[in-house]
């Protein structure tokens, strides 16, 4: 029994216009069963043309499939790219490896930035402050991918394009990262079902939250980062392996990996919970156990050479702040700090609040004493330790200062409600200062080595000081360095909208 037929017949109207008529957006009266226009013409009339759409619509839809079925879900603009594929993933036939690395090919052909300048871009800008990657051994599994195609040697490669270009380039260039970006996240997802976890794993996640975190995707951003600690801790990287530090061999520069990657991670937490929730969302990756020895010198890390002087191998999350330890270290041991000034948005009791919120102080203040102490560059180059220092600070002074903040008494309120207002002054000031000196020396390619925690720590002083009420003109040092920060982070421009919607509410204010 023709079933349509009986359903067509039986109404005096079809449900939408005939193919003619809509093609030449002319009015159809949808008479079956055939339009009073179709009938004059003397042609037939199609009721039926969605049909075919539908039917040249499904021959996409293997490369939709479920992810279950061993397949990969990838946005209409991707679809291109696939279809020299199409015919080996529809039989399920082709080696996974092997797809993921001829996609992500194509995909970074399609950017047409040279595969050589994807690493050195990288390994010059965004491994300055987060160097989790060993560039020797990467570069040289890179080398390999042709004749040994591993899909999460690949998938990081794209990932480190994604991460360190530009995020306020021309349009077509910003259309093929987020096109890079879409590849990257799907494939992550796909690779963690058709195989088992990996480091390079791991690695593509703190990558992809960066850029997310860089671009504003909150909400992405603090799945991604909550995903990367589970696959962290799947493998281990929460426990430190205890490797002879004197004996620079293949398994040492492995173990030191490990150990970097799980310290990004414990850094790039409390940054996503800074930026993206805004201190709503509990950290995902807790605090090393005292003994996890913090990253040794990247010198020594990429090959054997003489300690700096004063630098102590083995270094761990107990040592003394005092004592000279890399710069990366001092980035885990300020996300410490920053860390527990975010966990006190938790403690309701107003005594103990004051209490632990002024020995955290304490420790800030020391630390960017011994920061700016051991590294004089620091106040012409605003680098990741000291911004998350600087941060921290001003984090404390704005729980100290907050209108929610448990009512002490109206003496000991004011009295901490006014140390609050002059050391986060302060600290404005002392950025601002750092700020006017990066100006006056920064370089377009200078600025973009501005690290996410300065973005992040600029923003937060600029959005301060309004608070405060600093003078427009004492800023201007933080709006100039988000301006230049903003051909490498979407984030920095965020920072200047929300900047500019306070300043017009102020100012309308009587």
């Known amino acids: 029994m023709n079933l349509s037929g009986t359903l067509l017949t039986s109404r005096p109207f079809a449900a939408n216009v005939c193919a003619l008529c809509r093609s030449q957006k002319r009015k159809c009266d949808k008479a079956m069963p055939s339009c009073s226009r179709c009938q004059k013409l003397g042609i037939p009339c199609d009721y039926d043309f969605y049909l075919t759409e539908l039917a040249n619509s499904a021959s996409s839809l293997p490369m939709r499939l479920s992810l279950a079925l061993g397949q990969i879900w990838l946005p209409p603009v991707t679809l291109e790219a696939l279809q020299p594929y199409q015919d080996n993933v529809q039989g399920r036939r082709i080696h996974v490896d092997q797809f993921a690395v001829q996609l992500i090919m194509t995909s970074l052909a399609k950017s047409r930035v040279p595969l050589q300048d994807v690493l050195s871009v990288y390994f010059f800008s965004l491994q300055s402050w987060l160097p989790v990657i060993h560039e020797k051994s990467f570069r040289s599994r890179v080398t390999q991918l042709r004749y040994a195609p591993r899909a999460d040697t690949a998938l990081l490669l794209l990932c480190m394009y994604v991460a360190a270009q530009g995020q306020g380039n021309s349009p077509e260039n910003e259309n093929a990262q987020h096109e890079a970006y879409y590849i990257c996240k799907y494939l992550f997802s796909f690779l963690q079902i058709v195989q088992p976890p990996s480091l390079e794993m791991v690695q593509c996640g703190l990558l992809i939250t960066v850029f997310e975190v860089g671009s504003v995707l909150s909400a992405a951003a603090s799945v991604s980062i909550a995903t990367c600690a589970r696959l962290g801790y799947a493998l281990g990287l929460h426990v430190d392996q205890q490797k002879d530090f004197g004996n620079i061999s293949p398994a040492w520069v492995e173990a030191e990996e490990r150990r970097r990657v799980w310290l990004g991670l414990f850094i790039l937490d409390r940054l996503v919970m800074q930026a993206a929730t805004n201190c709503r969302a509990p950290h995902v990756v807790g605090v090393p156990d005292p003994t996890f020895r913090l990253p040794g010198p990247d010198a020594i890390w990429d090959g054997p050479c003489e300690l700096m002087r004063g630098e102590i191998p083995g270094a761990t999350l107990a040592t003394a702040v005092e004592m000279r330890v890399s710069y990366f270290a001092r980035e885990v041991q300020a996300s410490e700090l920053l860390g527990q000034a975010q966990e006190l948005i938790n403690i309701h009791d107003s005594l103990e609040l004051l209490e632990k919120l002024e020995n955290l102080e304490t420790k800030v203040l020391y630390m960017t004493k011994i920061l700016f102490d051991q590294t004089p560059g620091s106040w012409v180059v605003f680098c990741g330790a ?13 729980g100290r200062m907050a209108e929610e903040a448990p009512i002490l008494g109206s003496v000991d309120q004011r009295r901490s409600v006014d140390k609050g207002l002059l050391a986060v002054s302060s600290t404005i000031n002392m950025i601002c200062e750092i700020c006017a000196k990066f100006n006056e020396v920064a370089t377009s ?66």
């Open 386 to 398: 000291n911004s998350i220092c600087l941060l921290t600070m001003i984090l404390l002074q704005q």
């Open 445 to 510: 390619t200078e600025a973009k080595l501005v690290p996410l925690p300065a973005v992040i720590c600029t923003g937060m002083a600029a959005l301060a000081a309004l608070q405060v009420n600093q003078p427009q003109e004492n800023t201007s040092a933080l709006k100039r360095t988000l301006e230049l920060s903003c051909e490498k982070w979407k984030l920095a421009r965020h920072y200047l909208k929300k900047l500019e919607v306070f300043e017009g509410k102020w100012q309308a204010a009587p």
